[in-house]
């Protein structure tokens, strides 16, 4: 596809992609930033895009992922925040209670436990942790949530009230 065929396909959209991007993300500077993704996307696949029969409806849709992907990314940040308050509330606590370490609970966690927490605490992804353990990805899930499932058990079954 031609740059002059690109401006005539694609940015008529720019307005209602931009509408449509802002709410569903309810943010002007992210649905610009949504906006201008996709049509970076766009023209890196400008070779293909003469193949494309709909051009709204392929751009509203790929558009609908891009504003996924940013909502999930808000939301895994603003998760972690969440752990880390509680980890931090964790530490404060008084010594004299005999809550043991964090090492100590995970010690004492099924060794696929173990070793699935420990890599995904070092920072691994999922992608990679199944690339090296051979797990398929929903098996990698339901091993983290049992495994923090577990870890609260313990967490709270040694803590003195």
Known sequence: MTAENFKRHFLPLKNK???TALKKLGNPAE???AVQTLFLKLWQQRDKLDEIKNHEHYC???L?????DRWRQVQRYETCEDISDIVDEVY???EEQDTPSIEEM???LPETQQRILTMHLLGC??????????M???TIRTTLSRARKRLRIIYFANRKI
Do not use: V
């Open 31 to 33: 649905a610009e930033d």
């Open 125 to 134: 992804t999922n992608a990679e942790i199944e690339e090296l353990t051979g």
């Open 60 to 62: 509203l849709t790929s």
């Open 17 to 19: 992609l931009y509408d």
């Open 136 to 138: 398929s990805p929903t």
């Open 92 to 94: 404060e606590q008084p």
């Open 106 to 108: 995970i010690a004492k």
């Open 64 to 68: 609908r992922n891009i504003c996924i």
